[in-house]
T-cell receptor, first 114, second 116 residues
Framework: DVKVTQSSRYLVKRTGEKVFLECVQD?????MFWYRQDPGLGLRLIYF???????EKGDIPEGYSVSREKKERFSLILESASTNQTSMYLC?????????????FGSGTRLTVV | AQKVTQAQTEISVVEKEDVTLDCVYE???????LFWYKQPPSGELVFLIR??????QNEISGRYSWNFQKSTSSFNFTITASQVVDSAVYFC?????????????FGTGTRLQVTL
């Protein structure tokens, strides 16, 4: 069964810490995405990557950075965690090509910054 | 800009009732894709359906059906004879082909609560 795996289901971090959220996919997908999900706001795109070492900002990149050193792994980095980054973080991947078949999602990481 | 509106924040029904979740979208693209995803309490978004803009046929899959109307920019989702296992947050999404990778623009979601 194809999968997107997020390394942590729940995470609690302190304000000011550097936080790494990891995502791995085993489908050989070119595209990978990080979204955050907040009540009443739906899913908002933070960053995405269409190839190794390539990345683009989404709608809300401030306070975040990403890293994609290998095709299967896409990391989200909170440089200095703040309480307003408490949220559910969802990783997704998709195939590059004609047509668009949507995303495969991971189970999410619920991050609490205290 | 792409936009997806799910005006219903929360819906509560009793088991066996039919329920329709509304989705209205805005796009300037002539070719686009619409999706519905289900997010159960476990958190993972599960793909339900994909529809391209050239295919306006309604779709039925078991108790689920989808009504795509280009004239009103709507892609509504109906669950017939709802069950407790249908309780989840449902997201409608629209493809955004701009830039280097096709992305999805999501609505804010509709939380469906089905009770006995």
């Amino acid at each position: 069964d194809v999968k997107v795996t997020q390394s942590s289901r729940y995470l609690v971090k302190r304000t000011g810490e550097k936080v790494f959220l990891e995502c791995v996919q085993d489908m050989d997908h070119e595209n990978m995405f990080w979204y955050r999900q907040d009540p009443g706001l739906g899913l908002r795109l933070i960053y995405f990557s269409y190839d190794v070492k390539m990345k683009e900002k989404g709608d809300i990149p401030e306070g975040y950075s990403v890293s994609r050193e290998k095709k299967e792994r896409f990391s989200l980095i909170l440089e200095s965690a703040s309480t307003n980054q408490t949220s559910m973080y969802l990783c997704a991947s998709s195939l590059l090509g004609t047509g668009f078949y949507g995303y495969t999602f991971g189970s999410g990481t619920r991050l609490t910054v205290v | 800009a792409q936009k997806v509106t799910q005006a219903q924040t929360e819906i509560s029904v009793v088991e066996k009732e039919d329920v329709t979740l509304d989705c209205v979208y805005e796009t300037r693209d002539t070719t686009y894709y619409l999706f519905w995803y289900k997010q159960p309490p476990s958190g993972e978004l599960v793909f339900l359906i994909r529809r391209n803009s050239f295919d306006e046929q309604n779709e039925i899959s078991g108790r689920y059906s989808w009504n795509f109307q280009k004239s009103t920019s709507s892609f509504n989702f109906t669950i017939t004879a709802s069950q407790v296992v249908d309780s989840a947050v449902y997201f409608c999404a629209l493809s955004d082909p701009t830039g280097t990778a096709s992305k999805l623009t999501f609505g804010t979601g509709t939380r469906l609560q089905v009770t006995l």
